[in-house]
């Protein structure tokens, strides 16, 4: 079950200090799956990081009605956490895209397939993070139906 906001906040400032982003501005977004169509456009995102990497602020967004497993929230928390982690990387790889000298149709193939291949990137890290980092170092259960 996705935790309240303020415990969201809480394990983004702990996860930011262990990724060495503690000095990026990370706003958390719980949102309905009505208000993440609005803000992303997509309403079966389970997840989106908006980044700005001048200004070092990121917002995270969670769609409460697309997490739906007990720790599938913190995958996907892991995963937009990444995203920003990865920022200056993927904003330099998009910069360089006008030098390439390839036809139009190849380099937009070429940027489908590279963005397939960074999510996917993003899914596998996020999963090795939480096996390092379990989501209980931040909630510890309780005897109560494991709630925490």
């Known amino acids: 079950m996705l935790p309240p906001k303020e415990k969201l906040e809480e394990i983004v400032k702990s996860l930011a200090k262990i990724m060495r982003i503690q000095d990026w501005d990370i706003e ?6 009505q208000e993440m169509k609005k803000e992303t456009g997509e309403w079966d995102n389970r997840g989106e990081a908006y980044r700005n990497l001048r200004y070092k602020y990121a917002i995270i967004r969670l769609n ?14 892991l995963h937009e956490m990444k995203h920003i982690q990865t920022t200056e990387f993927i904003y330099t790889f998009y910069q360089n895209l006008d030098s390439l000298t390839i036809p139009e149709s190849s380099k937009k193939l070429f940027i489908d397939q590279t963005t397939d291949y960074y999510e996917q990137w993003m899914n596998v890290c996020a999963r090795e993070f939480a096996v390092l980092y379990p989501v209980t170092n931040f909630i510890k259960e309780d005897n109560n139906n494991g709630k925490g």
């Open 28 to 33: 958390i977004k719980v949102l309905t799956s």
């Open 64 to 77: 409460e009605h697309g997490i739906d497993m007990n720790e599938d929230w913190y995958h996907v928390l």
